[in-house]
Structures are given as C-alpha cells and as structure tokens.
Nanobody, 116 residues
Framework: QVQLVETGGGLVQPGESLKLSCAAN????????MSWYRQAPGKERELAAR????????NYADSVKGRFTISRDNAKDAVYLQMNSLKPEDTAVYYC?????????WGRGTQVTVSS
C-alpha cells in the first residue's frame, strides 16, 4: 500500500524559506518520478514541481521557478521541496504525489501559510 507523508509546513513571513519533506513507502521509489502539488483556498490543485526517477530532470510551475527547488534522496525514499523567497500567494496545502500506471497517489498534505 502506497503511503506518502508530508512534513515541514508552517507559518512564515514573506521572503522567508521552508523545506518540505515527503517520506514514501509501499512502492519501488526509484521506478517513478515524484511531484509536489499545491492547492490554495478556492483554487484547483496545481503542479508545483516534478523530479524524474534519478533526479536528472526537473520541471517547475512558472510561478515558482527560481524560488523553489525539488530534490530526492533515493537511499531514503524521500523527496523534498526547498521553498525560498516565499510570497503570500504561495499559501496553500502542499501535497506529495506519485503517478503509477496512470493512478495517482497522494499524501494528506502539509499547510504552508505565508503572511506578515
């Protein structure tokens, strides 16, 4: 059974940083790309960042390019999202995601709030 557990969210001020972590188990981690999605209040869930199986390729939403960095540690079955220069519009629940054979699996999410 796939399990994804996100940690690291919190309340920060604009311009500050946070690092999210996602611990994965229940599947062969190195077989799949991993993603971070986010969902702001009243908005649809959107892709923030994705990383390929061995971390050679990444892609980002335009809104986070240059500020967020996705990475993974295949020895620990973990994926991370380093978020710098946070803005109020980054406020959202952040979800870890894996797509296997067209089937999405999600964590429960971690809340990130950026406010002064």
């Amino acid at each position: 059974q796939v399990q994804l557990v996100e940690t690291g969210g919190g309340l920060v001020q604009p311009g500050e940083s946070l690092k999210l972590s996602c611990a994965a188990n229940g599947f062969t981690f190195t077989n799949y790309a991993m993603s971070w999605y986010r969902q702001a209040p009243g908005k649809e869930r959107e892709l923030a960042a994705r990383i390929s199986r061995f971390g050679l390729h990444t892609n980002y939403a335009d809104s986070v390019k240059g500020r967020f960095t996705i990475s993974r540690d295949n020895a620990k079955d973990a994926v991370y999202l380093q978020m710098n220069s946070l803005k109020p519009e980054d406020t959202a629940v952040y979800y870890c995601n894996v797509q296997r054979g067209g089937l999405d699996s999600w964590g429960r999410g971690t809340q990130v709030t950026v406010s002064s």
